[in-house]
């Protein structure tokens, strides 16, 4: 049984190296995310820009997106890496849509983990992120 600190590593590492197959000629700035699901399964998304500038996706998407097809139904942990192409990483915290997105398959509780220039973790609960969260749950009614 891995711990914790190397459990995260390797999600970090999985979204530093899909981070590099970014799609993004227009902003430059390549994200690459990686989600654990329930299984234990690790999977990926980068950003995948397009010249009609708002059919772009964001790299949670892409990864959330895998997770779905492959089965998986539950996010335990997201890592998310991005920064400009040629440069370092910067933070890169996830963006309003891709906090929605992660709820949808997370609860408040769930880490999200992001990593600076120089290493340096921040690992918040989504709800941090997303306070008061519209959640699958609030749609959620009474069955006789
Ligand atoms: N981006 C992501 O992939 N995820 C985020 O949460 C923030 C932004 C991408 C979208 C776009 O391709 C580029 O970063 C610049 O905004």
Redesign the pocket.
Known sequence: MRNETEALASLFEAAADVRVR?H?P??N?F?G?AILDEEGRIHVG??V?NAAYPQ?????AGAISAMVAAGGRRILAAA?V?GPADGDEIQ????GG?RQRLREFAGEMTSVHLRDAVGTVTSLPLGELLPLSFGPESLERDRP
């Open positions: 970014a993004a227009y902003s700035f994200v995310a980068c950003n820009e772009g996706t964001c790299a949670e998310i991005g890169c915290p996830p963006c891709c």
